[in-house]
C-alpha cells in the first residue's frame, strides 16, 4: 500500500506540476476565440459549461481501459504501478493535452488531419483507415463488456439472463447518442455517469486506506509475478505490460476523443484542466483498480469477497487458473458486491458499466465526424449523418456477431486493441512532435515518448503469440531498430527544413 499512496500523490504532483509545464510549452491564447463559438452549427460545435466538457471529456477516454487494463496488467506485478504514474505523466496526460490543443488552434480538426498536417497525406491516409477501424473496434468492444456486467448484475438480484437482450439496448442507445446533436443527450447524461463513476473510485480508495491490505510493493521486485499466482502470460512483460495498460497510461483512442471536446470547450487556457487533468483522474482509477487487482489475486482477496458456493466451485476446478475464473469483469462485479454492498455495490457497478457505454458511443460519434470531415460531407442533415454512420453501425454490429460466436474471444480482442490504441498513439505523438518543432518549441517531452512507444509497438508485433510470435533474440533488436530509424528519420527532417535550409556563407548570406 506504500506503493499506492506514493503513486498517488506522484499522479496529483505530476498535473500541478509537469502539466503547467507542458502547459506552458504550448502556450494557449486567451485571445482566441474558439471553434464552439466561432463555428457554431447546433450539433458538434456547441459551447458547452467547463465542467460538463471535462466530465465528457473524461468518460470519453475512460472506458473499461483503467479498469479492466489495469487488472490484467497488474497480473504482470508491481511494475504495473511504475508504468501507470510515469506513463500517465509524461507520455499519456501530455499526449492527450497537446493532441486537444492542436485541435483546438486548428478549429476542432480530427486526428487524421492533425496527422497529415505534419506527417505528411499518405500518413493521413492511413490514420483515416486506422482510426475508422479503431473507433469500430472500441463500439464493438464497449459493447460485449458493459452488457456482460448489467446482465450477471440482473441475475444476481433475480432477473431474467439474456445478454442479447443488453447488448440490443447498449447498441440502440449508440446508434440515438451518435446521431443526436451532442448536447441533446451527451451533454445531459453524462454528468450522473460521471458521479457514478467516480463514487465507485473514491469509494474503493476508502476502503483501501482503511484496511490496508498486505500486497506486493515495487521494492520487492519489477519481475513477471504473474506465476506465483499460477498465471503464465503468453507474452513476456516487455513489452505486453505496456499494451495492456492502454487507458490508465497512454492511449492513442484518446487523440480521437479530445476533437469532440475541442469543438465544446469556450477558450484555449481551459486545455490543461480538461486535456491533462482528466487524464491524471483516469490514472488515478486505473491506478486504483490495479491495487484492488493485487489484492484480489497476490493476497488471495477472492476468499474474502466471494460467496461460499464461488469459492467452493473454483477450489474444485483445478484445472482453470484463477484469471480464467476471474476474469476482469467478474472481478469488477465480484469486489463491488463483496465491499460495497448491494445498494453501493449496484452504485459502483452502474459507474463502471456506464464509462464504457459513454467511450462506445463517443467513439462511433467520432469515427461519424472522421468519416464526414474527410468527404467534406455536411452533418447538420439528419440525413447526412445517418448516411455517413450507417456503414459504421454494420461493421460493429459485424464484430459483435463473431464475439458472440466466440465466447472466448475477449482477451483476444483487449490484446489488438491495445496494440492498436497504442500504435495510434505512436503516430500521435510523432505528429505532436513536428508540429513543436515547427512552432520552436520544446519538442523533447513528446520525442522521447515517441521512440518509446515505437519501440513498444513494433517489439509486440513480433513477439506477442497473438502476431508473428517471433523469439524475443530476434523481437527486442528489430523493435529497436524501427524506432532507431524513426527518430533518425524525424532529424533528417528537422537537419533539412532549420539547418541545411538556414546555413550562410562568411558575408553572412543565406546559403542553400
Given at each position: 500500500m506504500?506503493?499506492?499512496?506514493?503513486?498517488?500523490?506522484?499522479?496529483?504532483?505530476?498535473?500541478?506540476?509537469?502539466?503547467?509545464?507542458?502547459?506552458?510549452?504550448?502556450?494557449?491564447?486567451?485571445?482566441?476565440?474558439?471553434?464552439?463559438?466561432?463555428?457554431?452549427?447546433?450539433?458538434?460545435?456547441?459551447?458547452?459549461?467547463?465542467?460538463?466538457?471535462?466530465?465528457?471529456?473524461?468518460?470519453n477516454?475512460?472506458?473499461?481501459?483503467?479498469?479492466?487494463?489495469?487488472?490484467?496488467?497488474?497480473?504482470?506485478?508491481?511494475?504495473?504501478?511504475?508504468?501507470?504514474?510515469?506513463?500517465?505523466?509524461?507520455?499519456?496526460?501530455?499526449?492527450?493535452?497537446?493532441?486537444?490543443?492542436?485541435?483546438?488552434?486548428?478549429?476542432?480538426?480530427?486526428?487524421?488531419?492533425?496527422?497529415?498536417?505534419?506527417?505528411?497525406?499518405?500518413?493521413?491516409?492511413?490514420?483515416?483507415f486506422?482510426?475508422?477501424?479503431?473507433?469500430?473496434?472500441?463500439?464493438?468492444?464497449?459493447?460485449?463488456?458493459?452488457?456482460?456486467?448489467?446482465?450477471?448484475?440482473?441475475?444476481?438480484?433475480?432477473?431474467?439472463?439474456?445478454?442479447?437482450?443488453?447488448?440490443?439496448?447498449?447498441?440502440?442507445?449508440?446508434?440515438?447518442?451518435?446521431?443526436?446533436?451532442?448536447?441533446?443527450?451527451?451533454?445531459?447524461?453524462y454528468?450522473?455517469?460521471?458521479?457514478?463513476?467516480?463514487?465507485?473510485?473514491?469509494?474503493?480508495?476508502?476502503?483501501?486506506?482503511?484496511?490496508?491490505?498486505?500486497?506486493?510493493?515495487?521494492?520487492?521486485?519489477?519481475?513477471?509475478?504473474?506465476p506465483?499466482?499460477?498465471?503464465?502470460?503468453?507474452?513476456?512483460?516487455?513489452?505486453?505490460?505496456?499494451?495492456?495498460?492502454?487507458?490508465?497510461?497512454?492511449?492513442?483512442?484518446?487523440?480521437?476523443?479530445?476533437?469532440?471536446?475541442?469543438?465544446?470547450?469556450?477558450?484555449?487556457?481551459?486545455?490543461?484542466?480538461?486535456f491533462?487533468?482528466?487524464?491524471?483522474?483516469?490514472?488515478?482509477?486505473?491506478?486504483?483498480?490495479?491495487?484492488?487487482?493485487?489484492?484480489?489475486?497476490?493476497?488471495?482477496?477472492?476468499?474474502?469477497?466471494?460467496?461460499?458456493?464461488?469459492?467452493?466451485?473454483?477450489?474444485?476446478?483445478?484445472?482453470?487458473?484463477?484469471?480464467?475464473?476471474?476474469?476482469?469483469?467478474?472481478?469488477?462485479m465480484?469486489?463491488?458486491?463483496?465491499?460495497?454492498?448491494?445498494?453501493?455495490?449496484?452504485?459502483?457497478?452502474?459507474?463502471?458499466?456506464?464509462?464504457?457505454?459513454?467511450?462506445?458511443?463517443?467513439?462511433?460519434?467520432?469515427?461519424?465526424?472522421?468519416?464526414?470531415?474527410?468527404?467534406?460531407?455536411?452533418?447538420?442533415?439528419?440525413?447526412?449523418?445517418?448516411?455517413?454512420?450507417?456503414?459504421?453501425?454494420?461493421?460493429?454490429i459485424?464484430?459483435?456477431?463473431?464475439?458472440?460466436?466466440?465466447?472466448?474471444?475477449?482477451?483476444?480482442?483487449?490484446?489488438?486493441?491495445?496494440?492498436?490504441?497504442?500504435?495510434?498513439?505512436?503516430f500521435?505523438?510523432?505528429?505532436?512532435?513536428?508540429?513543436?518543432?515547427?512552432?520552436?518549441?520544446?519538442?523533447?517531452?513528446?520525442m522521447?515518448?515517441?521512440?518509446?512507444?515505437?519501440?513498444?509497438?513494433?517489439?509486440?508485433?513480433?513477439?506477442?503469440?497473438?502476431?508473428?510470435?517471433?523469439?524475443?533474440?530476434?523481437?527486442?533488436?528489430?523493435?529497436?531498430?524501427?524506432?532507431?530509424?524513426?527518430?533518425?528519420?524525424?532529424?533528417?527532417?528537422?537537419?533539412?527544413?532549420f539547418?541545411?535550409?538556414?546555413?550562410t556563407?562568411?558575408?553572412?548570406?543565406?546559403?542553400?
Open positions: 506504500i506503493t499506492f499512496l506514493i503513486s498517488l500523490i506522484a499522479l496529483v504532483l505530476g498535473f500541478l506540476i509537469y502539466g503547467k509545464f507542458v502547459e506552458k510549452v504550448f502556450g494557449p491564447d486567451k485571445r482566441r476565440i474558439a471553434p464552439a463559438i466561432r463555428k457554431a452549427d447546433g450539433v458538434d460545435f456547441v459551447a458547452l459549461p467547463t465542467w460538463k466538457v471535462f466530465m465528457i471529456q473524461f468518460l477516454i475512460a472506458g473499461t481501459g483503467p479498469i479492466f487494463g489495469a487488472i490484467m496488467g497488474m497480473w504482470f506485478g508491481t511494475s504495473a504501478y511504475l508504468w501507470i504514474v510515469f506513463g500517465c505523466i509524461f507520455a499519456g496526460a501530455t499526449h492527450d493535452y497537446l493532441s486537444g490543443m492542436i485541435s483546438l488552434r486548428k478549429g476542432g480538426i480530427g486526428l487524421p488531419d492533425i496527422v497529415g498536417q505534419y506527417l505528411g497525406s499518405a500518413m493521413r491516409k492511413l490514420m483515416l486506422f482510426a475508422v477501424m479503431l473507433l469500430i473496434l472500441v463500439g464493438a468492444v464497449f459493447v460485449s463488456a458493459p452488457a456482460s456486467l448489467i446482465n450477471n448484475m440482473v441475475v444476481s438480484v433475480g432477473g431474467f439472463d439474456n445478454l442479447l437482450v443488453w447488448i440490443c439496448v447498449i447498441f440502440f442507445y449508440y446508434i440515438i447518442a451518435t446521431m443526436m446533436p451532442v448536447d441533446k443527450i451527451i451533454g445531459k447524461i454528468p450522473l455517469f460521471a458521479i457514478s463513476l467516480i463514487f465507485m473510485a473514491l469509494a474503493l480508495m476508502v476502503l483501501l486506506f482503511m484496511r490496508w491490505p498486505a500486497i506486493p510493493e515495487v521494492w520487492d521486485g519489477l519481475h513477471n509475478m504473474g506465483e499466482i499460477g498465471i503464465t502470460n503468453p507474452d513476456p512483460i516487455y513489452p505486453a505490460l505496456f499494451i495492456t495498460i492502454a487507458c490508465g497510461a497512454i492511449s492513442g483512442f484518446h487523440a480521437t476523443q479530445s476533437p469532440l471536446m475541442a469543438r465544446c470547450m469556450k477558450s484555449e487556457m481551459l486545455g490543461r484542466p480538461i491533462y487533468g482528466s487524464m491524471i483522474t483516469e490514472g488515478i482509477v486505473a491506478l486504483i483498480w490495479a491495487t484492488v487487482s493485487s489484492w484480489f489475486f497476490y493476497n488471495e482477496g477472492w476468499r474474502e469477497v466471494c460467496t461460499p458456493e464461488m469459492v467452493a466451485e473454483f477450489t474444485g476446478q483445478s484445472e482453470r487458473t484463477v484469471t480464467q475464473f476471474f476474469p476482469a469483469p467478474k472481478v469488477v465480484t469486489v463491488c458486491e463483496g465491499w460495497l454492498g448491494v445498494v453501493g455495490g449496484i452504485l459502483a457497478i452502474l459507474g463502471v458499466v456506464a464509462a464504457p457505454i459513454t467511450s462506445g458511443d463517443t467513439a462511433l460519434r467520432s469515427a461519424r465526424l472522421i468519416v464526414a470531415d474527410a468527404l467534406h460531407i455536411d452533418q447538420r442533415p439528419v440525413g447526412k449523418r445517418l448516411m455517413v454512420s450507417a456503414p459504421l453501425f454494420a461493421a460493429s459485424a464484430l459483435l456477431v463473431w464475439q458472440l460466436d466466440n465466447p472466448d474471444s475477449f482477451n483476444t480482442i483487449w490484446k489488438y486493441f491495445g496494440w492498436a490504441n497504442q500504435t495510434l498513439s505512436v500521435t505523438l510523432w505528429a505532436i512532435t513536428v508540429y513543436l518543432a515547427l512552432k520552436h518549441k520544446l519538442f523533447i517531452i513528446t522521447i515518448p515517441a521512440i518509446f512507444m515505437t519501440c513498444v509497438c513494433a517489439t509486440f508485433l513480433c513477439v506477442s503469440k497473438d502476431a508473428i510470435g517471433m523469439p524475443v533474440e530476434y523481437g527486442y533488436p528489430i523493435g529497436a531498430l524501427v524506432s532507431v530509424i524513426c527518430l533518425l528519420s524525424f532529424f533528417i527532417w528537422y537537419n533539412k527544413k539547418i541545411t535550409l538556414h546555413k556563407n562568411k558575408y553572412g548570406e543565406r546559403v542553400r
